[in-house]
């Protein structure tokens, strides 16, 4: 699992890529095959299964807080007060719980880290072990009150001075997926702006979505939206 929403840009896709536009969107189902965006979904090379016990007690955790648990991106989505609080990702190297409005997160115990080099915030908590989640445990649960406080009281991070007013669906995307996000803010502005006039000529959020899952091979292949 080692990214969201990917899907093919090109006339003729290989069964990977196939594979990649059928994200679940069953809870159940991410915990038990996976999220379904790559050729390892239901495997056991699939990287759910490497870190199948430190997921099931982030997820614990996350519902021991009254986090309600969805399904975004094909991965676990918590929130709260109407706002998303943090996501599970698993990679092949490691797992995360990232989270999203990072850059208000005051990180009192400095286990936070960034995605990638191009993330703007540190957002997530990496694990290389299944039982660091319970030692963390504590750690954990304060950093999840603390972003449960702020959706509580309506305070966003302010907004970052750019030419680029990135739509709402894009955002989540970048805050979801690590890999998405490193290249999406590694492209050359011309190349980020042209996704843009293309998503915001969107008229319905759910025809945005479906271009950032179509669009997602060519911005980790660092093209333009209207690159072959």
Not at 104 to 120: F, I, S
Not at 126 to 152: G, S
Not at 159 to 186: M, N, R, V, W
Request: include cysteine; hydrophobic fraction near 35%.
């Amino acid at each position: 699992m080692e990214g969201l929403g990917r899907s093919p840009g090109y006339d003729q896709p290989s069964v990977a890529s196939k594979l990649r536009t059928s994200m679940i969107t069953d809870i159940e189902e991410y915990f038990s095959r996976g999220c379904g965006r790559c050729e390892r979904f239901a495997t056991s090379d699939c990287s759910t299964r490497q870190w199948s016990g430190g997921l099931a007690k982030l997820r614990q955790i996350c519902l021991g807080m009254d986090l309600v648990e969805t399904v975004k991106w094909g991965h676990p989505c918590y929130v709260h007060g109407n706002r998303n609080i943090v996501i599970l990702v698993a990679l092949r190297k490691d797992f995360r719980l990232s989270f999203f409005n990072a850059a208000l997160m005051k990180d009192p115990d400095g286990v936070l880290e960034k995605q990638g080099p191009n993330t703007q915030h540190p957002d997530m908590i990496r694990f290389t072990k299944n039982n660091q989640v319970a030692k963390m445990k504590p750690i954990i649960e304060a950093y999840l009150v603390e972003a449960m406080r702020y959706a509580d009281k309506g305070i966003k991070p302010p907004k970052q001075k750019s030419e680029l007013h990135l739509p709402d669906e894009l955002l989540e995307a970048l805050e979801s997926d690590p890999e998405l996000s490193d290249a999406f803010y590694g492209l050359t502005p011309g190349r980020q702006k042209s996704y843009v006039i293309n998503l915001n000529s969107a008229k319905k959020p759910e025809t945005r979505i479906s271009r950032i899952v179509k669009f997602r091979d060519k911005i980790l292949a660092g093209k333009g939206a209207t690159e072959r």
